[in-house]
């Protein structure tokens, strides 16, 4: 873990996710919350015109999907 680190973050990101969830003004600075968000490196990669790859699904028989 993050040791005292995430002793600290985890109240702050608590309070972040309620913010989202409730539709509420975030308690951080916009540029933090987007350095924050799990889609980060998606939406970097969409902006950059890299979009990844499709996969494709093998079902039980090995047959793709």
Known sequence: ????????LAALLAEVLAAQIEGTPLPIETDLADALDPARIALRRLRQGRLPQATTR?????AHS
Do not use: K, P, V
């Open 58 to 62: 093998m079902d039980s028989a090995g």
């Open 1 to 8: 873990g993050m040791g005292s680190r995430g002793l600290t």
